[in-house]
C-alpha cells in the first residue's frame, strides 16, 4: 500500500517542486513558463484527452454517477462556504475568492496526473482512466459558469458577464472542446488510424509532466504571506469537506471501488490555478485567490495520501 501511495503521488510532488525550482532559480523564464503554459492548455491537454476519450470503451453510466456524486458534493461545499463568508462577515470580493478557493478543484492538471499514475497498476487500466476522464469532461464548463455566477453576484467591482459572452467563454475552452470531439468520436466509434494515434498519444504525453511543472513555477513562497487564516479555512473545505460530502453521497449512488476512488482523488484536488486568473478579472481578492492555490497544494498531498491509503 505504501508503494502505490509512493507510486502515484511522488511524481506529481517531483515535478511540481522542480517546476519551482527552475521558476526560482531563473532557468525557467516568466516567458517560457507563460509558453509552456499555453502549449499544455491549447495543445498538449486537449490532444491528451480527445485521444484518451476517443479510444475508449463508450460507457457513460458509470462515469456519469462519479460526475453527480462530485457536483452534488460541490454544490454543498460551496453553499457552506458562503454560510461561513456570511458569518464571518467577509466583504464582496474576499467572499468571492474564498467561496471559488473551496470548490474549484485542479481537476486537469493535478487530478488526471494522480488518478494515471493511482490505477496505472489496475484491471483494465484503459478503460478505467477513460471512465474518469468522461466523469470530468462536463466539469470545465460547471466550474466556469459557477465561478462566474459566484464571483459576479458577490463582487461588487465585479465585471458583468452577459449570456453571450458566457456561453462563448465556455464553448472557446479548448478542455471542453476536446472531451465534446472525443465524446462524438467514442459514441460512434469512429477508427483512429495507428499513425495518428501515436502522434496524439506522443503529444498527449507531454501534457501532464508539462502541466505540473508550470503548476510548480507558478508557486512561490510570497503566495502564503497574504489571507493565511483565510485560505487555511477554504483548503480545508476544499480538501477535508467536498471529499467527505463526495464519500457520502458516493454511498449513497452505490458507487464501485473504482469509482468512489477515482471522485475522491477528484474531489481532494488543490484549488485550480485558473481560480486566481479569474478573481483577477472579476474583482475578486487576489492575494486571498494566490495564497488559497499555494496552500491547497502543499495541504493536497496528505488528503490525497490518506484516500489512496483507505481505498487502494
Not at 14 to 42: D, P
Not at 61 to 90: C, D, E, H, K, Q
Amino acid at each position: 500500500m505504501l508503494i502505490q501511495i509512493i507510486n502515484s503521488l511522488f511524481p506529481v510532488i517531483l515535478m511540481l517542486s522542480l517546476g519551482t525550482a527552475l521558476r526560482v532559480s531563473g532557468f525557467l523564464t516568466n516567458e517560457i513558463s507563460h509558453g509552456m503554459n499555453r502549449l499544455v492548455f491549447w495543445v498538449g491537454l486537449p490532444i491528451f484527452l480527445f485521444h484518451k476519450i476517443a479510444s475508449s470503451p463508450f460507457e457513460s453510466g458509470p462515469a456519469l454517477n462519479i460526475f453527480w456524486g462530485l457536483m452534488a458534493a460541490t454544490l454543498l461545499t460551496a453553499l457552506a462556504a458562503y454560510v461561513i463568508t456570511r458569518i464571518r462577515s467577509y466583504s464582496g470580493p474576499v467572499r468571492g475568492a474564498f467561496i471559488q478557493a473551496a470548490f474549484r478543484g485542479n481537476l486537469a492538471f493535478v487530478g488526471i496526473p494522480v488518478v494515471s499514475y493511482a490505477l496505472a497498476g489496475s484491471t483494465n487500466t484503459d478503460s478505467t482512466q477513460a471512465m474518469a476522464l468522461l466523469a470530468i469532461a462536463p466539469t470545465i464548463p460547471i466550474y466556469n459558469i459557477l465561478a462566474i455566477v459566484i464571483l459576479t453576484s458577490q463582487c461588487q467591482s465585479g465585471t458583468k458577464i452577459s449570456i453571450a459572452n458566457l456561453i462563448g467563454h465556455i464553448f472557446k475552452n479548448p478542455l471542453f472542446i476536446a472531451c465534446m470531439l472525443g465524446l462524438i468520436a467514442a459514441s460512434i466509434r469512429i477508427p483512429i488510424p495507428t499513425a495518428l494515434g501515436r502522434a496524439f498519444q506522443g503529444l498527449g504525453q507531454m501534457s501532464l509532466p508539462l502541466a505540473l511543472l508550470g503548476i510548480g513555477a507558478s508557486l512561490s513562497r510570497s503566495s502564503l504571506r497574504g489571507s493565511m487564516w483565510q485560505s487555511m479555512l477554504a483548503s480545508v473545505l476544499k480538501l477535508a469537506v467536498l471529499p467527505l460530502a463526495a464519500w457520502a453521497i458516493g454511498t449513497l449512488l452505490g458507487l464501485s471501488h473504482d469509482q468512489m476512488l477515482i471522485m475522491l482523488l477528484f474531489a481532494a484536488c488543490p484549488t485550480a490555478v485558473a481560480s486566481y486568473i479569474m478573481a483577477e478579472q472579476m474583482g475578486g481578492d487576489e492575494p486571498l485567490a494566490a495564497s488559497s492555490i499555494c496552500m491547497s497544494t502543499i495541504l493536497s498531498f496528505p488528503a490525497l495520501a490518506a484516500i489512496l491509503a483507505i481505498f487502494s
